[in-house]
């Protein structure tokens, strides 16, 4: 089998394990988790982000050789995410940044087209942009072309570690759009996250479902097996069932010739 | 339409009725529920329910979790000036109280500023009472100007203010208000206010709308639980944040529950609130707004307080103090009394201990 690897923004991931910095009961947490887990990408609130305080600053608790994943939650348009975003760079958070911009703080679903306004300018500004997005195919697409390097579907609504409630149309991006799909928010548990990697995604994003656990460190770890297994399963062809017939029928194509 | 409209149709005597006659088979049906209502969120608050309260905090423990995780974020309250012609009977700044009335100059707040940012506070409340002579919309922005060099963001608690005046406010750096409408019972709250501008119940009632409008990204509100019965104010409260979480949802709404305190002159609390009840409050309003902060400030003990965290309290005072000049020099003559007086430190020491991480920055104003 040829090497698997997932590369966004010219760099190569080891782990398809994305974890949060937020939500824990310590910023001690973080190395540790980062040590059981493999996890190499972490998002971070840029709004939390410190820089004065030496005991808070979460920047000072993540592994030096983590990439940094700043997110731009907080933003309720395009143009707070870009400030969030320009901001992130100034504090030395590096050139990645997760677009997250939710106007609407009952559901906390993310305002696509806002996202896709914001995705466009940070992207000629040399970001590596992963939008936060609700999925839906065509917006998905405007956000490739736009210049996203990544794009993260919700599974469920952030926080309600519902798992892969939007399943089909999740599994429609990764079959369409030819960008790494990770799915991020509302995965509660590690079989949610194999199920998601089975289907396809190149990586999931789990917070709160690690943080919140009673041991957060051990749930990091089972996090991490569980979307090793399942992209492993992936590869290793799950039968993928075909909800409409393949270009080729190799089991009835006699009957057209 | 106001909130004043959806208020006209909850009668008060309708509302009481209907949480008083609440059946424990009700209490029992809800909380079978994921999803809350309004008419859920009675039946929580209603006496039947006070015997369900394990199994409501088990609820709201889960749902506070799950949307705020471990974390609490820490703010302290700034006094500017306790000048005021209001005549609010359960208030130690009232007009007709005999108290030494200073504001602060803009010299005095830089030292007030700097000594509560060491502390390593990053989010400020700043108070007023209410004075357009003495602590005009002016005073406040200059005020502001000078507290924005030592905070990352800045919310407002000073008497109600018109739309244009909240915008050049924001626009100056504030990014949340804090209004509490004190008593939603129209006729209790005309006899808490019998002078002063502040008698007017509706452009009170209307303030919170007028922050959403004017770009404030965070706006509190709450009740002064004790003035009514506290049933049905907690019932209101509910209310009011629930319609505005659904008018203005790019707006972070917040809610308090802020109980009587001893305070200055001679005021007998009217309707009393117990521990027990508090606790009610606090968990039935998780349960219905999921997403909404609650904030628990030192107006309560210190063990009672950290019994909160993790049961829904997402945001708490820490090192309050209520004079005005006070982080500098304590005379004993604040707006009501502290009961929790541990220092920011402690407050940390505390949230750590219980697996809680204190948040000192949630918010950078951009
Ligand atoms: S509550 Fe506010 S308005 Fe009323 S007397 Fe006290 S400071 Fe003045």
Redesign the interface.
């Known amino acids: 089998m040829s090497k698997d690897t997932l590369v966004i923004g010219g760099i190569e991931l080891r782990s398809r394990l994305f974890i949060g910095s937020g939500k824990y009961s310590s910023n001690a947490l973080i190395p540790k988790i980062v040590d059981k887990s493999g996890a190499q990408v972490v998002t971070v609130a840029v709004r939390r982000v410190d820089l004065e305080s030496k005991d808070e600053n979460m920047l000072n608790f993540i592994p030096k050789e983590c990439v940094l994943m700043p997110n731009t939650s907080g933003a309720r348009n395009a143009e707070e995410a870009v400030r969030i975003a320009r901001l992130a760079k100034a504090m030395g958070c590096g050139n990645w940044i997760k677009i997250e911009v939710i106007s609407d703080t009952k559901y906390l679903l993310p305002d696509n087209f806002e996202t896709l306004k914001a995705t466009e300018i940070l992207a000629k500004e040399g970001f590596v942009v992963l939008p936060y997005m609700s999925p839906d195919l065509m917006m998905a697409k405007r956000m490739r072309d736009a210049g996203a390097a990544a794009v993260m579907p919700l599974g469920a609504p952030i926080g309600t570690n519902k798992g892969l409630k939007t399943k089909e149309l999740v599994k429609i991006m990764i079959d369409e759009i030819d960008l790494p799909i990770v799915v991020d928010a509302g995965i509660g548990k590690p079989s949610e996250a194999a199920e998601a990697m089975e289907l396809g995604a190149a990586a999931v994003l789990v917070n709160t479902a690690i943080a919140s656990a009673g041991d957060a460190v051990s749930m990091s770890e089972a996090f991490s097996l569980a979307v090793r297994a399942g992209r492993m399963a992936y590869l290793a062809g799950t039968g993928a069932v075909k909800d409409f017939a393949e270009a080729s029928s190799p089991l009835t194509g006699f009957l057209n010739g | 339409m106001s909130f004043y409209d959806v208020l006209q149709k909850y009668k008060q005597n309708v509302v009481f009725e209907r949480i008083q006659s609440v059946s424990r088979e009700e209490v029992d049906r809800v909380l079978s529920k994921e999803i809350f209502s309004i008419d859920d969120y009675l039946v929580l608050i209603s006496p039947a329910a006070s015997d369900f309260l394990e199994e409501m905090a088990r609820k709201a423990q889960r749902i506070t979790?799950?949307?705020?995780?471990?974390?609490v974020v820490l703010y302290a309250p700034l006094y500017l000036a306790n000048y005021c012609v209001n005549n609010c009977l359960y208030c130690g700044f009232n007009v007709h109280n005999d108290l030494d009335r200073r504001k602060l100059t803009m010299e005095e707040l830089r030292v007030e500023a700097k000594a509560i940012s060491e502390m390593?506070i990053?989010h400020i409340l700043l108070l007023t009472g209410e004075s357009r002579k003495h602590s005009p919309v002016e005073y406040i922005r200059d005020c502001v100007k000078i507290i924005a060099e030592y905070f990352?963001s800045i919310s407002l608690e000073v008497y109600p203010l018109d739309e244009e005046d909240y915008r050049l406010l924001v626009n100056s750096g504030v990014d949340g208000l804090t209004i509490y409408q004190e008593v939603y019972d129209e006729d209790v709250y005309k006899t808490m206010h019998p002078s002063g501008p502040k008698k007017d119940f509706r452009y009170r009632l209307d303030t919170p709308e007028r922050g959403c409008r004017s770009g404030m990204?965070s706006v509190g509100i709450g009740a002064l639980m004790g003035l009514g019965n506290w049933r049905t104010e907690a019932f209101y409260t509910a209310l009011h944040a629930h319609y505005l979480?659904?008018k203005y949802?790019?707006?972070?709404?917040s809610l308090s529950i802020p109980r009587m305190r001893p305070h200055t002159g001679s005021f007998e609390v009217p309707s009393p609130v117990g521990d027990r009840d508090f606790v009610q409050i606090m968990l039935a309003a998780r349960l219905f707004l999921r997403?909404v902060g609650i904030t628990v400030s030192t107006r309560e003990r210190a063990s009672f307080r950290d019994n909160l965290v993790g049961l829904g309290l997402t945001r708490m005072s820490a090192g309050s103090v209520t004079e005005v000049g006070g982080y500098n020099e304590k005379r004993g003559d604040g707006q009501f009394e502290i009961s929790d007086d541990r220092s920011v430190e402690e407050i940390r020491q505390m949230l750590?201990g219980k697996?809680?991480?204190?948040?000192?920055?949630?918010?950078?104003y951009?």
């Not at chain 2, 979790?65 to 974390?71: E, S, T, V």
């Not at chain 2, 949802?249 to 709404?253: H, W």
């Not at chain 2, 697996?355 to 950078?364: E, L, N, S, Y």
């Open positions: 979790l799950q949307h705020f995780g471990r974390a390593g990053r990352t990204r979480t659904g949802s790019e707006v972070e709404i997403h750590y697996g809680f991480q204190p948040v000192f920055k949630d918010w950078q951009i």
